[in-house]
């Protein structure tokens, strides 16, 4: 179905609300979440089990989280091709699907290790993608709460994945039971996206409909919420939505001062791996238990997200400001002797994630110009993915040579990023180049 435009024009009308499609893009994200989460609960105990130091541990964790985020900037580019998106959605998602079960039937350090970095480069492939539609979904109804309730959904699955690996641990005394049985729900969000991608071939269509003038708006898709992304003027005519060449060839000082500061955040970042290691070699928490910890912090991560994608949309980035001081903390209670305490620490991190993962990707939207946004959300990554892993290393020294070193170093690097932060400045808007 088409909906006429101005002057003889047409604009597609979309399938599905905005909404919906968020909503059904939640559903596999939460159903994949619960594959490679389940796995990413168990994923530091597990590689100690193979013979891992605490050292290797945080560089693979490390290295997988840099994978993860370094790569999108060649998937990134390739997510700027509206043909390409759903083409690199379903091969990444693929990817995830099939290397978590196959942790379940090895024993060799090596090729645990290969499949751990394999499973982070599906969401490489996958992620900019991803983040791109969801952005051009978001302008129905405001990024900061397209994101987040993403996000929140996607916890869902991250909650009840380490469930599962839980009991399966639980009840078989060994790891590989559970990680086979994460091969049924990535059987499921793959049925689930092939569907998505038959109802919506083009998810633009949001976008370009947001921009619109009431009057032109095809039926289904919500009034718009959405704001300039590049403050390069729009032109609205014949039923189509373009952009004015402006700033389109590069990045604004303030894209690139952002991602310094989150750069910064991740340097200090310890991963759940190196967290999870740490609670079990020290008696701290059963192995089956870590799974049930890291469950919690997961529904930690996504109130973290709705509450801070909510103010997002009132206050901007400034919602941020909490990041910093909450992986400051995690490394003083994380990596203490007391259950209690390290217990508050995962805690934390994962409160720290649901900022991470919602705000922090939602506030590239407004920075990057549209045409661009998946080069931007890749260089993006990738700037904050090489100083996690760099950080992963020189945390999982540390770890070995001195806690309290550890922990002040993280302190240092996190005060230095609310310093790059009050350089930003960010205002009110939630697009920094207004």
């Known amino acids: 179905m088409r909906t006429s435009g101005s002057a003889g024009g047409t604009l597609p009308a979309a399938p599905m609300t905005a909404i919906r499609f968020i909503l059904a893009f939640g559903i596999v994200s939460a159903l994949m979440d619960m594959v490679y989460e389940g796995a990413r609960s168990v994923t530091g105990p597990f590689l100690g089990a193979l013979g891992a130091s605490a050292l290797l541990i945080s560089v693979v964790t490390g290295a997988g989280e840099a994978v993860a985020l370094v790569f999108r900037l060649v998937f990134g580019r390739l997510a700027d091709r509206p043909a390409l998106r759903w083409s690199l959605a379903i091969s990444g998602y693929a990817l995830t699907a099939v290397s978590v079960p196959l942790l379940g039937i090895t024993d060799a350090l090596w090729i645990a290790c290969l499949l751990v970095l394999a499973e982070r480069l599906g969401k490489a492939v996958r992620s900019p993608a991803k983040d791109t539609m969801l952005a051009e979904a978001g302008s129905a109804l405001g990024r900061g709460k397209a994101f987040a309730l993403h996000e929140a959904l996607d916890q869902v699955g991250a909650l009840v994945g380490p469930l599962l690996v839980g009991v399966a641990l639980a009840l078989s005394g060994n790891y590989g039971p ?22 919506v071939p083009d998810p633009a269509v949001y976008e370009l409909a947001a921009l619109q003038p009431d009057a032109l708006k095809p039926a289904g898709v919500e009034p718009a919420a959405a704001e300039p ?28 001062l952002y991602a ?8 200090g970042y310890a991963t759940f791996g190196l967290l999870s290691f740490h609670l079990v070699a020290t008696g701290l928490l059963p192995p089956a238990l870590v799974p049930v910890l890291y469950a919690a912090a997961m529904g930690v991560d996504a109130v973290a997200a709705l509450v801070s994608g909510w103010l997002f949309d009132r206050v901007g980035l400034r919602v941020l400001l909490v990041l910093p001081v909450l992986a400051a ?20 991190w994962g409160a720290a994630m649901g900022v991470q993962e919602s705000t922090m990707r939602a506030g590239v939207a407004g920075l990057a110009p549209a045409a661009r946004r998946g080069s931007a959300y890749g260089m993006f990554t ?29 302190t240092v690097v996190q005060a230095a990023a609310l310093v790059i932060f009050a350089v930003v400045r960010p205002g009110d808007s939630r697009d920094l180049t207004a």
């Open 329 to 348: 903390a995690v490394p003083w209670l994380g990596f203490s002797n007391n259950t209690a305490l390290a217990v508050a620490g995962v805690l934390v």
């Open 382 to 410: 990738a700037c904050y993915g090489l100083a996690w892993l760099a950080g992963s290393f020189l945390i999982g020294l540390l770890y070995e040579q001195s806690i309290f070193a550890l922990a002040v170093t993280v």
């Open 260 to 267: 310094v500061f989150s750069s910064l955040t991740m340097f």
């Open 229 to 256: 992304l590049d403050g390069a003027p729009l032109d609205v005519e014949a039923g189509e939505a373009t952009r004015v060449p402006g700033n389109a060839a590069g990045m604004p000082r303030q894209y690139w």
């Open 178 to 199: 559970g990680f086979l049985l994460l091969a049924v729900p990535g059987l499921a969000a793959m049925l689930v996206l092939f569907w998505l991608k038959r109802r």
